[in-house]
């Protein structure tokens, strides 16, 4: 009853930082998802989080950890 489960990049940027306004997701400065330094996390529209994603990863077949988005690269 009652569980739910966030992200725990989330948690803490909102532990540290503020909360997200309406909108907003939690990006990794680097790209790092296992990073979670405060200081390495800022918050960012999902269209910006997005286009940052396909920018810092060329090869946008991809996503930024290397695995298939459903499709093989032939």
Do not use: C
Not at 14 to 41: A, S
Not at 45 to 65: E, G, H, V
Request: glycine content about 6%; overall charge neutral; aromatic content about 16%.
């Amino acid at each position: 009853y009652g569980h739910f489960s966030i992200p725990i990049s989330r948690f803490i940027f909102v532990w540290f930082n503020r909360d997200l306004k309406e909108g907003e997701v939690v990006d990794h400065i680097y790209n790092d998802p296992f990073d979670n330094d405060p200081k390495h996390l800022e918050a960012m529209s999902i269209p910006d989080n997005l286009a940052k994603r396909f920018k810092d990863n060329p090869n946008s077949w991809t996503n930024q950890w290397g695995k298939h988005k459903g499709y093989r690269k032939e």
